[in-house]
């Protein structure tokens, strides 16, 4: 990986120029301490006594309620993973971008759940690490956020020579999980993430 | 609308004429995602697979844990499934990320555990007690079942409890026959598909089995002759086929088909067809999808080819699976449906899946003249107002199909915010059972927490 880059010369943007709520107020901490992979994905849970309940005022106990997360927000935490294969965010590499973030809010009145859309755009467009930049973004948000939050991580479409075949492994939960239980993967991971706050 | 309740339930209810009641969360649950959960074929126990390597083992009498299995297992264990068929023991089989099966077994006394177990359960009501007994004499691992390169997904007992088929992401279904107690000899390796095999299941009369695939593929696989080969398949346009399950066996005598009283023709022809197809397919897909097959009926169909087990070379057909789409249930999910269910009682198919909602549909002849129940008429005009596009496209698809689904009851948030990854009917088994016959659902979800829901009627206001 080190020797071979699929791309040794990429666009790099000044971070300066970067889009980014942490420079005009304090950066808000994320609750999700502890170091199990899956206690942070699936957090403790309080019975929820009556599942007919309108849905969002259940919610009020949660410190993240709907307003707090906006696309910036999203932003903020994916920019500053590292690239796998370069010393630089995936935000100066312009691999993730505010324009490609979109939050989709609940489908139905009864529902809690929003949808969270990133489009990341490899920085050529055969880069072999399209999946595993894909997959630490995914894995990123999915700790990051509350599980209200559903997370669909593609490669944006045309800039990839096999985007639908990665954006399918990206989609697919029992391959996310299983990739989180793979020590080598998540080595790599965590070196991505070892950036972010 | 003539239902009188449709205007005045509770907002987040549609007027539906069922509703899911929770009965029980079984305790304590796990602190990680739970995948599946199985009810044992005879005893009121059920098996989840959890990711934290373990299989708990839950009573359906008390809603308590009964057993922790673990030390077999080395990462998640994702699928589980009890033997049918067995006298005096329990055995389960478990599947998991760490690419290995595990056999599972445990005495169940002498003769006929089966019912000593069952009033021992609902007669003491003292569950600590319980607990004790069935510690002292759990189960215990046998066997690993080591060949598959990568992930299990899922594993599955053929009914007559002779045959183990499992799948995996090495894109590949074994068949596995038990030697003894311990030793487990590979029948079959099959590689029909061009990626992760996600779900196996077998036909509840024949030796048929089918898997699904992240190929968009569901594959039927035979015995031919000594050697087990693929004998057709089918093409989802739902993208990854999440699970697959067949259609009890003799259904027509508990679902829509069992009033038959002045039906015409039509529908007597209708349903001599489906007899001669056998038991029905239903999937579920990533596009929150959920729909049904059947066989194509040709010469050698129908009950008598069932078990007759004439060899291929004697046999003057050709063993290839024709089947074809039956249905396509109304579309109540916008995500991943991760599992669908077939109730064996009532031909009832209950669904769930990313979105974190429980579904259930019922199927009844298509009304083609106002004459059926009040009931029926007050659910159509309700599928027609929900998803209107979507009966008219189902309509213009299949005109010639004379029983539709529509959906009796659906609950949002049912895992709260998370995914549901696996749901299931099973027998109702605790002390306020209403009725002999009454069916439980069962959900697992990402929250760790395994449900059990009734099914009632919604009291008209």
């Given at each position: 990986m080190e020797l071979d880059k699929d791309n040794a010369n990429p666009t790099i943007l000044n971070p300066s120029d970067l889009p980014s709520r942490r420079r005009e107020s304090s950066v808000k901490k994320r609750e999700d301490g502890g170091t199990g992979l899956f206690d942070a994905l699936v957090p403790s849970y309080t019975y929820l006594?009556?599942?007919?309940?309108?849905?969002?005022?259940?919610?009020?106990?949660?410190?993240?309620?709907?307003?707090?997360?906006?696309e910036l927000e999203i932003y903020d935490l994916i920019s500053s993973i590292s690239d796998p294969e370069h010393p630089l965010s995936l935000g100066s590499l312009a691999v993730v971008n505010l324009p490609d973030i979109h939050i989709y809010p609940p489908t139905s009145p009864h529902s809690k759940i929003s949808t969270v859309v990133v489009e990341i755009t490899p920085t050529i467009t055969h880069c072999s690490l399209a999946t595993v930049i894909g997959l630490g973004v995914r894995v990123r948000l999915e700790q990051a956020l509350p599980p209200r939050f559903r997370v669909d991580v593609r490669v944006k479409k045309g800039t990839h020579s096999t985007d639908e075949a990665v954006n399918k492994q990206l989609g697919d939960k029992e391959r996310v999980a299983a990739a989180l239980e793979n020590d080598t993967l998540m080595d790599v991971i965590r070196r991505m993430h070892a950036t972010c706050e | 609308m003539t239902d009188p309740s449709a205007s005045s339930s509770p907002s987040t209810t549609p007027p539906y004429s069922l509703q899911l009641t929770p009965l029980s969360t079984l305790q304590p649950p796990s602190s990680s995602r739970t995948w599946q959960t199985k009810p044992h074929p005879s005893l009121p126990l059920v098996a989840t697979a959890c990711s934290d390597h373990t299989v708990r083992i839950y009573s359906l009498t008390s809603f308590t844990l009964v057993q922790t299995l673990s030390g077999a297992h080395k990462r998640s264990v994702r699928t589980v499934s009890w033997k049918p068929n067995t006298r005096g023991e329990s055995v389960l089989a478990t599947g998991s990320f760490d690419s290995s099966a595990a056999i599972w077994r445990r005495q169940e006394g002498v003769g006929r555990g089966e019912e000593d177990f069952t009033s021992r359960g609902v007669r003491s009501g003292n569950d600590e007690d319980d607990d004790d007994e069935e510690e002292d004499d759990g189960f215990d691992f046998t066997t690993i079942l080591d060949g598959h390169e990568s992930e299990l997904k899922s594993l599955s007992w053929s009914p007559s409890g002779h045959l183990l088929a499992t799948c995996s992401r090495d894109k590949s279904v074994w068949i596995w026959e038990e030697v003894d107690e311990e030793n487990y000899e590979t029948v079959a390796v099959l590689q029909e598909h061009d990626a992760d095999v996600k779900c196996v299941a077998w036909h509840p009369e024949e030796e048929l089995l089918v898997s699904s695939s992240y190929d968009d593929w569901v594959k039927f696989y035979r015995e031919d002759g000594d050697d087990w080969v693929g004998v057709g398949g089918i093409e989802s346009e739902g993208g990854t086929v999440w699970w697959v399950e067949f259609e009890g066996s003799g259904m027509k005598e508990r679902d829509f088909r069992k009033a038959r009283e002045g039906l015409s023709e039509g529908r007597e022809e209708w349903i001599a067809m489906l007899e001669r197809s056998g038991p029905r397919l239903a999937t579920s897909s990533d596009d929150g999808g959920v729909r049904i097959y059947r066989r194509k009926p040709s010469e050698r169909s129908g009950n008598a080819a069932a078990s007759t087990g004439i060899p291929s070379i004697i046999r003057s057909f050709s063993i290839d699976e024709e089947w074809v789409l039956d249905a396509v249930l109304p579309k109540r999910h916008d995500r991943p449906v991760y599992s669908v269910s077939w109730s064996k009682r009532t031909g009832m198919i209950v669904s769930a899946g990313s979105d974190g909602k429980i579904v259930v549909y019922k199927e009844r002849w298509r009304e083609a003249k106002k004459q059926q129940s009040h009931e029926a008429e007050t659910k159509a005009e309700s599928d027609v107002q929900a998803d209107g596009e979507q009966v008219t496209t189902e309509a213009g698809k299949k005109p010639d199909t004379p029983t539709e689904w529509s959906v009796v009851a659906e609950l949002y948030s049912?895992?709260?915010?998370f995914e549901i990854n696996h749901v299931v009917w099973a027998h109702r088994r605790d002390k306020d059972c209403r009725s002999e016959d009454e069916e439980v659902i069962i959900s697992t979800g990402d929250d760790g927490e395994v449900k059990v829901w009734t099914l009632d009627e919604v009291v008209k206001a």
């Open positions: 006594s009556d599942p007919f309940e309108p849905s969002v005022s259940s919610c009020d106990s949660d410190d993240d309620s709907v307003e707090d997360i906006d | 049912a895992h709260d915010v």
